[in-house]
């Protein structure tokens, strides 16, 4: 199976930074892409960026200020997915939650956390 965790959410003042990791356990050779994604209350969940194979990808919204990277950890025994947020503004408060893409003997299937609050407010 594949679980994952977020943390580093928080309340931040606009302008400012914020690091959001999720760590991905299981065989990694099960899991492609990953991606985080944010809700707001009364909006619709929608993707921030994603990360497949090196190949990253950022929501218009997220591009030029947030960067995705992931990290192999514990020997290659899990991924750490990373969310470095810069120039963060009011619109970004939203719960925050990775998923990822099951493949191979997990193929079809997709993995979430439980999200981190992400909160921006002078």
């Known amino acids: 199976q594949v679980q994952l965790v977020e943390s580093g959410g928080g309340l931040v003042q606009p302008g400012g930074s914020l690091r959001l990791s999720c760590v991905v356990s299981?065989?990694?050779?099960?899991?492609?892409?990953i991606g985080w994604y944010r809700q707001a209350p009364g909006k619709e969940r929608e993707l921030v960026a994603r990360?497949?194979?090196?190949?990253?990808?950022?929501?218009?919204s997220a591009l030029g200020r947030f960067t995705i990277s992931r990290d192999f950890v514990d020997g290659g025994a899990k991924s750490s997915v990373n969310l470095e947020m810069r120039n963060l503004k009011p619109e970004d408060t939203a719960l925050y939650s990775c998923?990822?893409?099951?493949?191979?003997?997990?193929?079809?299937?997709?993995?979430w956390g439980q999200g981190t609050q992400v909160t921006v407010s002078s």
């Open positions: 990360i497949s194979d090196g190949i990253t990808r950022y929501s218009d």
């Open positions: 299981g065989r990694q050779s099960n899991i492609g892409a």
């Open positions: 998923s990822a893409q099951g493949i191979r003997n997990l193929r079809g299937r997709d993995f």
